[in-house]
């Protein structure tokens, strides 16, 4: 692929929008409502439950449960109808975008003000260097304390974690080996459900996740979780992202989010921020050195 080929028909990266915002402009992005057939207003956007304006294939009432992901599954059933020749596709938010600009930095986010937002420019020469290489983008990798098993469970409902551990084992068996090494015996995360890759990729990951989470759904009750709890299937997404880039062996790009926000970067305190940086190089090192950090992450028996 050579860099003036890849115009505007050939990728899109979705920009997931639930409520008015300012957002950057680029040919190559493609501003999406989701949640659009439950929302009380048209932000005049393509919406996650049509196709030129017509009902279509779409879980856009499911947005609560499974959030940016509907914008996902939309794209999945229909984007091809509006764009045939697609070979690229990605997904940022309406807060957040990939930092093209510098792919190093022990930090995997830096926050600017919304009324910034409209001035974020999209270096794409940096963007179609790494699609050249056959390299899958994504954000920087989050690391936590402890496993993602044990994040989960101290953070959501931990019967769930036991009811998707055993729908992989019983069902997607080849993923077993990885999903336990990613939630078991890992501390990384792959966030927000961003990325920019191949369609022939994307297909694939589709067919694999929205098979798995609707197995999922089937086993659950979500009527007396919390609002934030409901959020469940976005969540899972976010954390068998790496599951699927594992088993598949899928090479990769990391580059740092810029997130779009009137919070003040220190209202955690400098302490918060300073622990934060300090925790992530320490992983960045021990990652880079080839040290087995297992030995430190739960280790649970099949």
């Not at 036991?162 to 019983?170: A, V």
């Not at 067919?207 to 709890?229: I, P, R, T």
Request: hydrophobic share 35%; net charge neutral; with cysteine.
């Amino acid at each position: 692929m050579k860099n003036n080929a890849l115009d505007s028909n050939k990728i899109k990266i979705l920009i997931c929008c639930h409520k008015p915002c300012d957002l950057p402009q680029d040919d190559f992005f493609l501003p999406i409502h989701v949640g659009a057939a439950i929302s009380d207003f048209d932000l005049g956007l393509q919406r996650d439950d049509q196709v030129c304006g017509q009902p279509c294939d779409n879980i856009s009432k499911k947005n609560p449960n499974y959030c940016e992901l509907t914008a996902m599954y939309w794209a999945w059933k229909n984007i091809k109808k509006i764009y045939p020749d697609l070979e690229y596709i990605g997904l940022n938010h309406y807060r957040r975008y990939f930092d093209f600009d510098k792919s190093f930095s022990l930090r995997e986010r830096y926050i600017i003000p919304t009324k910034e937002t409209s001035n974020y420019k999209l270096n794409k020469s940096s963007l179609i260097s790494s699609l050249e290489k056959g390299l899958t983008i994504i954000p920087k990798r989050t690391y936590y304390p402890n496993a993602l098993g044990v994040i989960y469970c101290a953070n959501f409902v931990s019967d769930d974690f036991f009811t998707e551990r055993e729908i992989i084992k019983n069902i997607y068996p080849d993923y077993f080996e990885a999903y336990n090494q990613v939630m078991l015996h890992s501390n990384i995360m792959i966030p927000y459900n961003m990325f920019v890759m191949e369609w022939s990729k994307f297909d694939a990951y589709c067919n694999w996740l929205f098979s798995f989470l609707g197995d999922v759904e089937k086993k659950l009750n979500l009527e007396n979780y919390s609002a934030q709890q409901k959020r469940i299937f976005g969540y899972i997404a976010e954390e068998i992202f790496y599951v699927w880039l594992l088993k598949n062996k899928i090479k990769t790009k990391e580059y740092r989010v810029i997130k779009y926000a009137d919070d003040d970067v220190n209202h955690l305190g400098i302490s918060t921020w300073l622990k934060k940086y300090v925790f992530n190089f320490m992983n960045f090192v021990l990652d880079k050195s080839g040290f087995n950090k297992e030995f430190f992450f739960l280790r649970l028996k099949d």
